[in-house]
């Protein structure tokens, strides 16, 4: 399969039309990635200027991982088919549409539906990013290329939050407007620099039931069980909840008798891959709730700056850009078992830690530690639970089974998002009582404790099969991915481009 562009000239990592590729596709990457990061720093702000409860909170973080995680495989299937810059360029045209949007909304009705655009742009740009370096590089260049892109892109996240927390001081707003002259320095630089390519043996077709079915399914659910935090399961919330799980049902008849499925299920008849993404689903819904309510946490019962408070996860970001390889270098040696065992369970102990941090928290005493042990779980787990997911499948379903675990990953924080914070009671105004707000932050780290537990308990009893692969290997199975459909692994967090 070729993926070198049309005119034939693959490039060379140091020239100078390499750096501007590598340039264009950590700012785009980044562009998605790190609007994730600053919204939950901003999240306080939000609420307090658009009279918002908690529900809408919520909804501004759901909308953008439902329409993220419903639409990122069929952006991978665009970019093959149609041109990866491309798709990739009316990516990041959307995004920044929808972040004008964002930055302008009135209410935090708009507010959501912008932020449900916002992912649209993002599932289209965020897998042309990796697949354009994929199809730009010759042969021996791209491993390079691809760690670069990492690499950068590591820095670019830990700068995100500081970033993010100085944009949140002056105006929320900025934290979505300053996505547009990134959005049209990527533009520019992309049409004079980035060569275009696509898949010449890309074959079927999009599979827009299937995409529909499932957008429709998590819509209905979510919606629902946010709601549920509000208004209890009566009225229209049960029904609403019942409509969805019957389209995702629908969703899984469909696949099954597909001849181009978004999800193709055999992959699932492989034990090692359905344990893989059921830790998968555990560890990054437990995740998904931490990374929104610490931030919250700090600032409202702890009384932090957003600049503070969205600086504290800071060591999770340069824990994994410092040792993430190191980790996947020993569970070559060892197996994955031990660190998908392992990892939930130090990060584990990172929430329960984190659990104990309330008004008049210390940074150095109460913060720190937490952070630190936290970090270290995920440092373990990511990667090898990366590669045991691609070790799974054959090589030629690399891309798809990488896009799977992607979607699972973002699926399952969405999913959290919405029941976590019900389950802990937190719901309505509690984001402004720090009594109310500190009580349920406390029942969801123990939710969120219990979830890694959970992972760490199937990671042992079910993760067998040891990793094939060593070094150079891992790289290329990171190319094969990006040509079938250009989709990365799942991203827990901006540390999580440090692996």
Known sequence: MSTTPPDGTALEMGSARGRWVLLTTVLGSGLAMLDATVVNVALGRIGEDLDADFGGLQWTINAYTLTLAALILVGGSLGDRLGRRRIFLVGVVWFALASLLCGLAPDIETLVAARGLQGVGGALLTPGSLAIIAASFRDEDRSAAVGAWSGLGGIAAALGPLVGGWLVEVSWRLVFLVNVPVAVLIVLVAVRHVPESRDPDAVGRLDVLGTALAAGGLAAVTFGLTRAGEAGFGSSVGPTIGAGLALL???????????????????????????????????????????????????????????????????????????????????????????MTVGPLLAGVGVLLMSRVDAGASYGVDVLPAVVVFGAGLTLLVAPLTATVLDAADDRHAGIASGVNNAVARTAGLLAVAVIPVAAGIGGGDYTDPGAFGDGYRVAMLISAALLLAGSVLAVALVRRPLTAAGPEEHRLHIEECRHCGVSAPQLHPADRGR
């Open 249 to 339: 049902v629908t969703f899984v008849v469909v696949e099954a008798r597909s001849s181009h499925p978004l999800v193709p299920l055999s992959l699932f008849r492989n034990t090692q891959f359905s344990a893989a993404n059921l830790v998968t689903f555990l560890v990054y819904a437990a995740l998904g709730v931490v990374f929104v309510l610490l931030v919250l946490q700090l600032q409202v019962v702890v009384g932090w700056s957003p600049i503070v408070a969205g600086s504290a996860m800071l060591p999770v970001t340069l824990l994994m850009l410092g040792f993430s390889a190191r980790a996947g270098a020993l569970a070559q040696r060892i197996g994955p078992r031990l660190p």
